[in-house]
Nanobody, 118 residues
Framework: VQLQASGGGLVQAGGSLRLSCAVSGRPVNINVMGWYRQAPGKQRELVADITSSGSTDYANSVKGRFTISRDNAKNTVYLQMNSLKPDDTAVYYC?????????????WGQGTLVTVSS
């Protein structure tokens, strides 16, 4: 199972970006899909995640500004980020919990940099 993230970049405060993360490899059951971020000098933190049934959870700092969604047919998770703030600057990582028969694991994408200028 491999994850390929894309969509990061430089944006001014108040702007928007959309991140995508596509899952490829052997066919597995994809359970929770999520986005995490890590700012310089800080620990990696959960931004948002979404279950296979569509239930979502968000960090308080992004509620009302970010929206996570997934396309199960494409094995892809998205993060729509609006009203971006300089504090949102970080490397964003996608994460997927997957299972196949009695085996399960978690995979990380390579990270995509989001820079928000003031």
């Amino acid at each position: 199972v491999q994850l390929q993230a894309s969509g990061g970049g430089l944006v001014q405060a108040g702007g928007s970006l959309r991140l995508s993360c596509a899952v490829s490899g052997r066919p597995v059951n994809i359970n929770v899909m999520g986005w995490y971020r890590q700012a310089p000098g800080k620990q990696r933190e959960l931004v948002a995640d979404i279950t296979s049934s569509g239930s979502t959870d968000y960090a308080n700092s992004v509620k009302g500004r970010f929206t996570i969604s997934r396309d199960n047919a494409k094995n892809t998770v998205y993060l729509q980020m609006n009203s971006l703030k300089p504090d949102d600057t970080a490397v964003y990582y996608c994460n997927v919990d997957w299972s196949y028969d009695d085996y399960g694991s978690s995979e990380w994408g390579q990270g995509t940099l989001v820079t928000v200028s003031s």
